[in-house]
Each structure stands twice: as C-alpha cells, then as structure tokens.
C-alpha cells in the first residue's frame, strides 16, 4: 500500500521561504513519476513541479526559479524548496506518485498521471 505524508507547510511573510517534504512509504518500483500541486480555495489542483526517476524536472512557469524540488531516495523523502514566496503561493499542497507510460515517460504536471496522493499540507504566504 503506497502512502504519501507532507509535512513542512505553514504561515510566512512574502519574500519568506519555506520546504515541504514528502515521506513515500509502500512504491517499490524503480521507475516513478513524482510532483508536487496545489490548491488554493474555489481554485483547480494545479502541478507545481515534478521528477521523475530519471531525474528530470519540470516546473510550472509561476514557480521557475523560485520552487527547486528534489529528492533522497535513502530516506523515500521529496522536498520542495520554496523561495521568494508570494501571497498568490498560498494553497494547500500535495505530493502525488505514479507509474511512467512505457513509451511516453512521466507527464509530470498532470493530475492524471498520478495514482496515489498526499493529505495536503497547508501554506499560507501573506502580504
């Protein structure tokens, strides 16, 4: 049974910096796609960044250069780095894991190509 735990969310000020992390328990392949999305309130779940386990990475336009995201496979552990924080930041965000296409690879920001999920963690950026 795959489980995906964040944790790191909070309350900062615009311009702060946070890191969430995502403890994967249960994904036993060697091939993975993995991403973080959020949600703000009355929004769409939107993919923020994403790797795969080829180490590729893709990053939503309005996070490039300000979100990194990584991972430790010795401790089954993502992170998101998040710098340069923004009120419009604010959402609950989630950790996502799925199986690549064999062809195809990972689509890394799309909902769809994950089967299993976080909780959420809540981040709040203000002004």
């Known amino acids: 049974q795959v489980q995906l735990v964040e944790s790191g969310g909070g309350s900062v000020q615009a311009g702060g910096s946070l890191r969430l992390s995502c403890a994967v328990s249960?994904?036993?392949?060697?091939?993975?796609?993995m991403g973080w999305f959020r949600q703000a309130p009355g929004k769409g779940r939107e993919g923020v960044a994403g790797?795969?386990?080829?180490?590729?990475?893709v990053y939503a336009d309005s996070v490039k250069d300000r979100f990194t995201i990584s991972q430790d496979n010795a401790k089954n552990t993502l992170y998101l780095q998040m710098n340069k924080l923004k009120p419009e930041d604010t959402a609950t965000y989630y950790c996502?894991?799925?199986?690549?296409?064999?062809?195809?690879?990972?689509?890394?920001?799309?909902?769809?190509?994950?089967?299993?999920w976080g909780q959420g963690t809540q981040v709040t950026v203000s002004s």
């Open positions: 790797i795969d386990s080829d180490g590729t990475t």
């Open positions: 996502a894991a799925g199986y690549p296409s064999y062809r195809a690879g990972c689509f890394l920001l799309r909902r769809d190509q994950y089967s299993y």
């Open positions: 249960g994904y036993t392949s060697r091939r993975y796609c």
